[in-house]
């Protein structure tokens, strides 16, 4: 049990440099989210009320957890999931749904949108943030990991390349030789 304790500190400073994004239609709600999280050390933390700019605002903020309210106007969560997960990007983006909407039905919605995780309003602070520790850490792994795949992907591409260098001159030298042992044979 040390050791789990022990690898939560190392990575913690680095969860708390990641980007949250919290979309919410109440501005009371996004409020105290961003102050909790902020409490808690999170330095990159952005709210907004206005559902409808989520996929511009995540474009250019390019937030590592999302914590999504459902029941919005305009475009409500369930949109918004389907149209975060529908650009087909192959990183792993956590979206944590917050809502007071308790049907199993909401649920089960939610996370055939692509939600990753589910949480009922009000939400215990604690579980939360032990929710949200647990998705960024997973993201953090996920993007050590991606980026690990391309950089060996680079390196098999750079090693095929001199590889194929290597074999050309040898077809070369080898033309050479044959070429030079046909004058000498004759």
């Known amino acids: 049990m040390c050791c789990l ?6 990575s913690e400073p680095l969860l ?5 994004l ?5 501005r009371m709600s996004v409020t105290l989210l961003e102050r909790l999280l902020q409490r808690r ?10 559902s409808r700019k989520a996929l511009d605002i995540c474009a250019t903020f390019d937030p590592d957890l999302i914590l999504l309210d459902l029941i919005m106007p305009e475009m409500d969560g369930f949109a918004l999931l389907e149209a975060l997960r529908e650009d087909g990007s192959e990183s792993f983006l956590p979206i944590v749904v917050l809502t007071a909407d308790i ?8 996370l055939e949108a692509g939600a990753t995780d589910f949480l009922v309003k009000p939400v215990s602070q604690a ?9 960024l850490e997973v993201r953090r792994l996920n993007v050590v990991l991606e980026n690990q795949r391309a950089a060996l992907e680079e390196a098999v591409r750079e090693r095929t390349a001199e590889l194929r260098c290597t074999i050309a ?4 030298a080898n033309q050479r030789l044959q070429s030079a042992s046909a004058f000498s044979g004759a």
Not at 16 to 20: E, V, W
Not at 169 to 172: A, H, I, P, V
């Open 5 to 10: 304790g022990r690898a939560d500190m190392v």
């Open 16 to 20: 708390h440099k990641m980007k949250i």
């Open 22 to 26: 919290v979309v919410d239609d109440d």
């Open 41 to 50: 050390g999170y330095s990159h933390v952005m709210g907004i009320t206005d």
């Open 103 to 110: 049907t199993e039905e909401a649920r089960a919605r939610a």
């Open 127 to 135: 579980e939360a943030l032990l929710r949200i520790r647990n998705l």
């Open 169 to 172: 001159e040898l077809q070369t």
